[in-house]
């Protein structure tokens, strides 16, 4: 599996909104400054998560987008593949019949994908969430949180 930036860049944007006061709606540009993401990209994702049903906008003055329901109930297999995202092992690829060798490592590589598969479902953004609670607890810290 390789994780693309846009990968990388949808976790951190739901993960900084899951440490909002009260999940409430935070604007593209502060998401983006205190992320270290370009706004413009950041907007992109952000429109396809909430297509996704990840996130809701919300209009106004204090608007902005907010994650759709808890972090409890959002995998991190939800938020990659929202961005189009795939951790498909070698697509259309088919052992060949003559070596066991082929075989073999087909299989492994299907079980490997099925564990990381299992494991990103797995894994909520609450999971993420006290992750970055606690290394800001450790660090002394509790605002300007980064990923």
């Given at each position: 599996?390789?994780?693309?930036?846009?990968?990388?860049?949808?976790?951190?944007a739901l993960l900084d909104l899951s440490l909002q006061p009260d999940y409430g709606p935070a604007s593209v540009?502060?998401?983006?400054?205190?992320?270290?993401?370009?706004?413009?990209?950041?907007?992109?994702?952000?429109?396809?998560?909430?297509?996704?049903?990840?996130?809701?906008?919300?209009?106004?003055?204090?608007?902005?987008?907010q994650l759709a329901r808890s972090p409890a109930q959002i995998s991190?297999?939800?938020?990659?593949?929202?961005?189009g995202e795939t951790i498909e092992p070698l697509p259309r690829h088919q052992p060949s019949s003559t070596q066991v060798e082929d075989w073999v490592t087909f299989t492994i590589w299907n079980r490997l994908h099925h564990k990381l598969k299992d494991a990103l479902h797995s894994i909520?953004?609450?999971?993420?969430?006290?992750?970055?609670?606690?290394?800001?607890?450790?660090?002394?810290?509790?605002?300007?949180?980064?990923?």
């Open positions: 599996m390789k994780l693309t930036t846009r990968g990388h860049y949808s976790v951190k540009r502060a998401i983006a400054a205190r992320q270290d993401i370009p706004a413009p990209y950041l907007e992109k994702l952000l429109i396809q998560l909430r297509q996704a049903n990840l996130l809701v906008s919300v209009r106004g003055a204090q608007g902005g987008y991190l297999a939800q938020i990659l593949e929202a961005v909520s953004l609450e999971d993420l969430y006290y992750d970055a609670r606690s290394r800001q607890a450790s660090k002394g810290t509790t605002s300007s949180f980064i990923v």
